[in-house]
């Protein structure tokens, strides 16, 4: 019976080792995740920021676009009244108008499709933003994971003493029963 406290012992003692390395991998995996999330969570907030810079750039092109499309029309007009005033002008003129209208639809194109890019651009922010958000939550159950760790690994030091102790009475156990013979 002695023998086999002893091996019982030694098997819990091998255990509580075997705990106890795991719990330190364990905190080492936990620092090497909470770090990684660290730099994502730097990353991301880089990213929403050049993105918010790109939508005010994207916002002032189309802001300068509206007011080029403006003077476009503006001269538009103005090609239409000399025209009426100015007979001899008039091929000319008409030539002018049709490269005006020209342009003027490039620029209609190029707006629309800088307020396509301008609301690509607010998605692609609240993407991010989710995202950024999410990695916080994610850094949150990391933090919370080292926690229940660090409780692991105290229980596994408890179970270790533990098995001292048993250890111990086991060989106190032995010592007190080898005065004992049986015939």
């Known amino acids: 019976e002695g023998r086999g406290f002893a091996v019982v012992a030694g098997e819990v003692r091998k255990l509580a080792e075997k705990s106890a390395d795991a719990t330190r991998e364990i905190a080492g995996i936990v620092k090497n995740t909470q770090q990684s999330i660290?730099?994502?969570?730097?990353?991301?907030?880089?990213v929403t920021e050049r993105a918010?810079?790109?939508s005010d750039l994207a916002a002032d092109s189309?802001?300068?676009?509206?007011n080029l499309l403006s003077t476009a029309n503006e001269m538009r007009d103005q090609a239409d009244a000399a025209r009426l005033t100015n007979e001899r002008m008039g091929l000319a003129v008409g030539v002018?108008?049709?490269s005006i209208e020209r342009?003027?639809?490039?620029?209609?194109?190029?707006?629309a499709s800088i307020q396509t890019i301008n609301q690509h651009a607010r998605e692609t922010l609240e993407i991010i933003e989710t995202v950024t958000s999410l990695s916080q939550e994610n850094a949150i159950s990391t933090e919370e994971i080292s926690d229940l760790t660090s409780r692991a690994s105290l229980q596994?030091?408890?179970?270790?003493?533990?098995?001292d102790m048993?250890?111990?009475?086991?060989d106190e156990?032995?010592?007190s029963t080898v005065r004992f013979k049986l015939s």
């Open 96 to 98: 002018l108008n049709e």
């Open 103 to 111: 342009v003027s639809a490039v620029i209609e194109e190029n707006y």
């Open 156 to 163: 596994a030091g408890e179970m270790h003493q533990s098995a």
């Open 166 to 170: 048993l250890k111990q009475i086991a």
């Open 62 to 66: 189309g802001t300068a676009l509206e």
């Open 38 to 46: 660290t730099g994502t969570v730097t990353t991301m907030r880089t």
């Open 173 to 175: 156990l032995y010592a």
């Open 52 to 54: 918010r810079q790109g």
